[in-house]
């Protein structure tokens, strides 16, 4: 099959129209046209996951995360970064990425997130500024909604903590003893503070927070950080779904090298 009939469906779910300006994703390795026989879903493109491509006969590896993000000068195994390339290259593995477009699309990584954790009647968080044009599902980075139960807010974040498989939760002190409206932004989402605090959220669940992003929502809502890999690795079932529902004669595998970069010592 050829790589293009495999994309076309990603981007029929996340156009690269909605990515944003500073990204890269799409085809990275490979030409539209090649012709591949499986594909390997990962959050990034590493070493270890190059591997499981090799043992698996995956010539084609989908992550969420672009491995180029910024321009490459030079090719000379410096880096993970070029050995990954140049290996893809001389192995004739195709890569491909669906970024910031997959955390934009309606049903995209923070609805499959939210939906993971119980929070329904979801509504995007921060819609794009441009709409495109017929489209009733908003395109935006987060989603708002609500649990079918008010929930103590500890005990939220442990089950959360559980259901993710969350080695640790950094919180801000809890505003208020219970949530019921919760909202979720997969990744970087500190930008979206502000966004959560509006849309009334009690809880807003995200990664990637710095010190002050704990007092910023001033006891508003309880914001609570899961680690940027916790939040995303809901990417690789997320696109299993988009292509397996699809793909009948076309054999796509979800990684099981796909890891964590961070370390915890508990």
């Not at 300006?21 to 030409?31: E, F, H, K, W």
């Not at 959050?43 to 190059?50: F, N, P, Q, R």
């Not at 930008?191 to 669940?205: F, K, N, P, T």
Request: aromatic share 6%.
């Amino acid at each position: 099959m050829q790589i293009k009939q495999i994309t076309d469906l990603i981007e029929r779910f996340a156009p690269l129209a909605w990515q944003e300006s500073y990204d890269n994703a799409g085809l990275i390795v490979g030409r539209p046209d090649q012709e591949v026989h499986a594909a390997l879903l990962a959050v990034d493109v590493t070493e270890e996951v190059l591997d499981e491509a090799e043992r698996t006969g995956c010539d084609l590896v989908i992550t969420h995360h672009p491995i180029v993000f910024h321009a490459l000068k030079r090719f000379n195994s410096a880096d993970a970064v070029q050995r990954c390339v140049e290996r893809a290259i001389r192995r004739g593995i195709a890569l491909y990425a669906c970024h910031t477009n997959l955390d934009s699309a309606p049903g995209g990584m923070s609805w499959r997130l939210a939906e993971l954790l119980g929070v329904g009647g979801l509504t995007v968080l921060q819609p794009a500024l441009l709409q495109p044009a017929g489209e009733e599902a908003q395109v935006g980075f987060g989603v708002v909604g609500d649990l079918a139960q008010p929930v103590g807010t500890v005990e939220f974040m442990r089950r959360m903590q559980r259901k993710l498989d969350v080695r640790v939760v950094r919180y801000s002190d809890p505003a208020t003893p219970e949530v019921r409206r919760v909202a979720v932004c997969t990744g970087a989402g500190a930008s979206l503070i502000g966004e959560a605090r509006r849309a009334g959220a009690d809880l807003y669940v995200t990664a990637d927070l710095k010190y002050n992003d704990f007092m910023t929502p001033d006891k508003a809502l309880t914001v609570a950080d899961i680690g940027h890999f916790e939040s995303e690795y809901c990417a690789i079932q997320l696109l299993f779904d988009i292509l397996s529902k699809n793909l009948i004669t076309f054999a796509v595998r979800k990684s099981e090298d796909s890891r964590n970069p961070v370390n915890y010592l508990v």
